[in-house]
């Protein structure tokens, strides 16, 4: 499996360059990318994003780097998420269902790292 991984960054911090790959550092959830992202790929490319940094916006997700997905993004990407009907079946879906949500309650940003 081809692994997108998903997470909530704590404590953004506004002139970082997010160029690390640390999915344990954010507990990242973990999701094929082959299955999942190339289905979502023209949705997701309507959620304003960033990539590696807040001073570089964007759409969508950087497949082969780091997003940041702000609060304002969070909810379309929920409903991406838990609109697929392979969610029934895939706990591993559930499981980024569950961590988007919990960072829509927190008003966190979430981190994306691509293939």
């Avoid at 499996?1 to 160029?19: C, H, N, P, V």
């Avoid at 591993?92 to 790292?113: G, R, S, T, V, W």
Wanted: aromatic share 12%; glycine share 4%; hydrophobic share 35%.
């Amino acid at each position: 499996m081809i692994k997108a991984e998903f997470g909530i960054i704590d404590s953004l911090e506004l002139d970082r360059e997010y160029i690390e790959y640390e999915p344990e550092k954010y507990d990242c959830v973990a999701i094929d990318d082959d299955q999942y992202m190339d289905n979502w790929w023209s949705e997701l490319e309507e959620i304003d994003t960033y990539e590696h940094s807040l001073k570089r916006p964007a759409k969508g997700g950087a497949r082969w780097g780091i997003t940041i997905i702000p609060p304002e993004s969070l909810e379309k990407f929920y409903r991406i998420v838990i609109n697929d009907k392979r969610i029934a079946k895939d706990v591993n879906l559930k499981e980024l269902a569950n961590k988007i949500n919990d960072a829509i309650n927190q008003n966190k940003y979430m981190i994306h790292f691509g293939i």
